[in-house]
């Protein structure tokens, strides 16, 4: 009989693109938060919870630290940087395949004024070459010298590690009760969610040409009949979406020729979408020029982008 249960939550802290949203879809077991090789994805702070026999872990997955250049990355950073404070424990995420850089040293110095327990781990493990480990390891522990943070290895893709961090995250969490209820794996509503998975599929496809210049704003949810449609004779969600870039060169590439890539977009963002609500889907998305669009307060205020 378990004796003593524990709560809490668990700030991601990292620069951008070092893994945090995967490592949070590989602990919760289902894809919560978007991923892709492109750095500073996420820009919501969104709760993951990972609930067990003897724990329920809250997971607060943070935007990437970095230098902003607009008032978008000045407030995603700031994000970053104010959910320290709210939590019990935070996971400094760094990327065991890379030698540690100013980027780094600026997040240790950062955490080193936190009066808060902080766990260590070296993640991509995985892609570390065997003859470059203990180098590298010794790097990063020369890094946090100054501080007695418990370093651990770890793959967010293959799962290497991640139930040794999870234990040792649950150690520095306080007594206490369930905080969600136990079917919740996710703090989001629907609309936040849906939002983010067409991004994704945007940043997927399109790399380098239409890099963060892209928001999405799900302008209708609707429950429909679909007898008289091609996805069958069940009911299913209907979702009218707006991609907002900033040039009309990036709604060319968006919608691409004769609209080929705004249907692979599409395509991939209703398949990830019927998974995560069970169910078939209808999505309509329209592309929108808004310049500048990142920098616009009222805009910004209104993709949900609000100044803590």
């Known amino acids: 009989m378990i004796s003593e249960y524990r709560s809490g939550f668990v700030a991601l802290i990292g620069r951008p693109n070092v893994g945090k949203s995967t490592l949070i879809n590989q602990v919760v077991g289902q894809k919560v938060a978007i991923t892709s090789p492109v750095a500073q994805t996420t820009r919501n702070r969104l709760r993951a919870i990972l609930t067990m026999s003897d724990a329920q872990v809250v997971l607060v997955d943070t935007p990437g630290i970095h230098k902003p250049h607009h008032l978008l990355g000045e407030r995603l950073v700031k994000s970053a940087r104010s959910a320290i404070g ?24 950062l955490l080193r004024q936190q009066d ?115 996805l069958g004779k069940d009911k299913g969600t209907a979702i009218l979406a707006t991609v907002l870039v900033e040039r009309k060169s990036q709604k060319g ?35 929108k020029v808004v310049p500048d669009w990142r920098s616009k307060p009222a805009r910004l205020a209104e993709l949900g982008y609000e100044e803590n």
């Not at 709210?86 to 780094?104: I, K, S, Y």
């Not at 902080?118 to 203990?134: P, S, Y």
């Open 253 to 287: 590439i968006l919608i691409g020729k004769q609209g080929s890539m705004l249907r692979k977009i599409g395509k991939g963002a209703r398949l990830q979408i019927q998974t995560l609500i069970d169910g078939k889907v209808y999505l309509e998305i329209f592309v």
């Open 86 to 109: 709210e939590v019990d424990v935070v996971l400094l995420l760094l990327e065991a395949n890379e030698f540690p850089g100013r980027g780094d040293t600026f997040i240790v110095n």
């Open 116 to 230: 808060i327990p902080i766990i260590v781990a070296l993640n991509k493990w995985d892609l570390v070459l065997d003859k470059e480990r203990k180098s590298c390891e010794q790097a990063y522990r020369n890094l946090i010298s100054e501080s007695s943070w418990p370093i651990y290895l770890c793959s967010a893709v293959n799962g290497y590690g991640c139930g040794k961090l999870i234990k040792a995250l649950i150690s520095h969490m306080p007594i206490g009760p369930q905080l969600y209820p136990p079917e919740l794996v996710c703090d989001q509503p629907e609309r936040v969610l849906f939002s983010e998975l067409i991004r994704e599929q945007v940043l997927l496809h399109t790399r380098e040409e239409v890099p963060h210049s892209v928001a999405v704003l799900i302008d209708r949810v609707e429950d429909m009949d679909m007898s008289k449609s091609s």
